[in-house]
């Protein structure tokens, strides 16, 4: 008996597939729209690696991937891993979703004897088939990424996913690393969207070679058309008379002819996805350029298509639930209109956000040099940021109502995996800085992140240092929680041994203090709470401290503001300002009062000093962007001997 004939996904689900009663409305033997042929036989194109959904609710997608699991798993015998957004989200997908498909679609028996038995190759978190195996994984742990290797990986409901998996990466690119090794290595991504600016499926499409839309030919002029919103300001799209949505009809683009819902159902059979670029495809399979001429399968496709194209929703129904969103919307709450873009039309909702402008505040920089401390920087501390490559630091000065000054912005470049490479960043916290006084002032608390790859490297660094005020830190998941937040002692595994409860790990209530970083940020004007900036910063310093915005979002709890970063921005300079701000609040400076600072004053800045008889250093030091001109960057860098230590009440000491 020979091979089967091969089929397309669109063909094996036509003979094979079946809707289960506990996930559709109606059960019974599939029966494709003609919008998911070219989508099914897309995920089966061994031509094609990469296929993203940008999608509303109601066109099919979970059973169209449904079936790309059992066609996979019988007729391609092929590894599959599929990840939701969560753990239980994937339990709940293969209880409600993947077992009742295994139990209902006939033909799995033949490659899934265990479909009903409790067995070690039927579990919530695998399927064992003849030849192939299917995973069933949360997104949310790094580990759930690892020591796998399969063929197709599914990742379903792509925008609920974080965006930097445990600082190992996005889940995307972690999940396809799966697949390398494969003959024929294909990823399918799919979601219903959220945020613009943070949905990770509109920054998955922008990647794509070729961005398709569904089309069909209008009734009228017989053009190639989408089906498209419109809206007021549009002359086509969906159109209704005196608010009554039973009227509703679609005014062609090109002629500007009505035709209804029911004439758009005559027609749909005839239909193409058409590209921005005007190639076009109409089985998925086969793809033609503008003219018609045949062209290249491309590698990576997205699709976008929108309720409107499935006869499960009516016209007069989706403006019903626009009118009833856009009226909710007059009181100011946009929950509802924000449901109908994401979720009707397939579409990220542009939300008011409320961040700083970086140009505004590189406009306020002020003429003194880096790494010299102006009058009225009194204090000074230092957060640090680790990457893979590098590390971050930030100090600022702390003077009399938290006014701060940014005094330093440094890439120390080093292997932070190499214990012998953190002594660059030891050498440079114990930098000694000039102020305009002439007197040098050091680092006295510095907070380190202890997040990442590099979690006990950076553990034993703080541990040896805790006389000097360097802290082990890591950002509250929690939000609302304070600054400075609960202590942990942690152990320390270091040079293979674990050293039991070793170092004390501080919380840092991060969202608290962007809310205070964002308010301080705001003034203008000398004075508490003001912040200064250098003229010798880079610009790239003020777009990562500018770089997360506060959104409200909905939550069990009820609204919440948060802080979200964009994709592919950077923020290492916010985060080092983060941990500074802890830093300070460990030295108790935010509780100082008059008395404290005018003593401090007393010691740091003299009054009867004569400023112009030391004048602070003219050259200002290299920028961030040409590391190798400081001295810690190129290894040889020695901290300068210490000067004579002046005790001082407050808990901690200034030296010069």
């Known amino acids: 008996m020979g091979a089967p004939d091969p089929l397309t996904l669109s063909e094996w689900a036509e003979k094979h597939f079946y809707l289960s009663a506990e996930s559709s409305y109606v059960e019974q033997k599939w029966e494709a729209y003609p919008f998911q042929v070219a989508l099914m036989n897309a995920i089966s194109n061994d031509e094609i690696r990469e296929v993203d959904f940008i999608k509303s609710a109601?066109?099919?997608?979970?059973?169209?991937?449904?079936?790309?699991m059992g066609y996979f798993a019988e007729h391609k015998r092929r590894n599959q891993a599929i990840w939701q957004p969560t753990d239980d989200d994937s339990d709940d997908f293969v209880k409600t979703e993947l077992e009742p498909m295994l139990r209902d679609v006939t033909i799995m028996r033949s490659v899934f004897p265990q479909y009903l038995a409790r067995h070690k190759s039927n579990t919530l978190k695998q399927k064992k088939f003849v030849d192939s195996i299917l995973f069933t994984k949360g997104g949310k742990a790094a580990k759930n990424y690892r020591r796998i290797s399969?063929?197709?990986?599914?990742?379903?409901?792509?925008?609920a996913f974080d965006r930097d998996v445990e600082k190992e990466g996005d889940p995307f690119t972690l999940a396809k690393k799966r697949t390398e090794g494969a003959t024929f290595p294909k990823m399918v991504i799919g979601t219903t969207p959220k945020l613009k600016g943070f949905s990770n499926i509109e920054d998955r499409v922008a990647l794509a070679a070729i961005r398709l839309k569904f089309h069909i030919r209008c009734p009228h002029c017989n053009e190639w058309i989408p089906l498209q919103w419109g809206?007021?300001?549009?002359?086509?799209?969906f159109k209704w008379v005196d608010n009554n949505p039973e009227t509703v009809a679609h005014v062609c683009s090109e002629c500007g002819a009505l035709f209804t819902q029911a004439d758009y159902l005559t027609v749909w059979r005839t239909n193409r996805w058409i590209g921005e670029c005007g190639n076009w495809t109409e089985d998925g399979l086969c793809f033609f350029g503008p003219v018609g001429n045949p062209v290249e399968t491309p590698e990576h496709v997205a699709f976008h298509v929108w309720t409107a194209y499935s006869p499960q929703a009516s016209w007069a129904g989706i403006v019903r639930e626009f009118m009833a969103a856009a009226e909710k919307a007059k009181t100011g709450d946009n929950s509802k209109l924000k449901t109908f873009v994401n979720t009707t039309l397939g579409e990220t909702w542009e939300e008011d956000v409320e961040k700083t402008d970086s140009q505004a505040l590189a406009s306020r920089a002020e003429n003194y040099p880096l790494r010299t401390v102006p009058m009225g920087g009194l204090v000074l501390v230092a957060g640090v940021d680790v990457q893979h490559d590098r590390f971050e630091v930030v100090v600022w000065a702390v003077g009399r109502g938290e006014e701060t000054w940014a005094v330093d912005y440094?890439?120390?470049?080093?292997?932070?995996?190499?214990?012998?490479?953190?002594?660059?960043?030891?050498?440079?916290?114990?930098?000694?800085?000039?102020?305009?006084?002439?007197n040098v002032l050091n680092i006295e608390a510095s907070a380190v992140d202890t997040g990442g790859h590099f979690t006990h490297q950076a553990y034993n660094f703080c541990r040896q240092r805790v006389r000097r005020k360097i802290y082990a830190v890591k950002g509250d998941s929690q939000q609302g929680k304070p600054i400075k937040g609960r202590s942990s002692a942690q152990d320390v595994n270091w040079r293979g041994k674990v050293v039991k409860r070793g170092v004390k790990l501080w919380l840092v209530g991060t969202d608290t203090a962007k809310d205070l970083l964002h308010?301080?940020?705001?003034?203008?004007?000398?004075?508490?709470?003001?912040?200064?900036?250098?003229?010798?910063?880079?610009?790239?310093?003020?777009?990562?401290?500018?770089?997360?915005?506060?959104?409200?979002?909905?939550?069990?709890?009820?609204?919440?503001?948060?802080w979200v970063k964009p994709n592919g921005k950077r923020n290492e300079a916010l985060d080092c300002?983060?941990?500074?701000?802890f830093a300070a609040q460990m030295l108790d400076l935010h509780r100082y009062t008059d008395k404290m600072w005018e003593k401090l004053e007393a010691v740091v800045q003299p009054p009867n000093h004569d400023l112009f008889a030391a004048p602070p250093p003219t050259t200002p030091a290299a920028p961030p962007d040409q590391p190798e001109t400081h001295p810690a960057e190129r290894g040889d860098f020695h901290a300068p001997q210490k000067p004579r230590v002046q005790p001082r009440r407050g808990g901690f000491t200034n030296r010069w």
């Not at 063929?151 to 379903?156: E, K, M, V, Y």
């Not at 300002?577 to 701000?581: F, N, P, Q, R």
Request: proline letters at 3%; aromatic letters at 12%; hydrophobic letters at 35%.
């Open 58 to 68: 109601r066109v099919g997608y979970t059973k169209m991937i449904l079936a790309a």
């Open 150 to 159: 399969i063929d197709t990986g599914f990742l379903d409901e792509a925008d």
């Open 231 to 237: 809206g007021k300001d549009k002359r086509y799209g």
């Open 410 to 438: 440094m890439q120390i470049h080093a292997n932070p995996a190499d214990e012998t490479e953190w002594d660059k960043l030891d050498s440079y916290l114990q930098t000694g800085f000039r102020h305009v006084s002439g």
């Open 519 to 562: 308010g301080r940020l705001q003034i203008a004007d000398a004075g508490p709470g003001a912040m200064h900036f250098s003229r010798d910063l880079p610009d790239g310093f003020y777009e990562q401290l500018t770089a997360e915005y506060r959104v409200l979002a909905k939550t069990q709890s009820g609204d919440q503001y948060r």
């Open 577 to 581: 300002t983060i941990y500074a701000m």
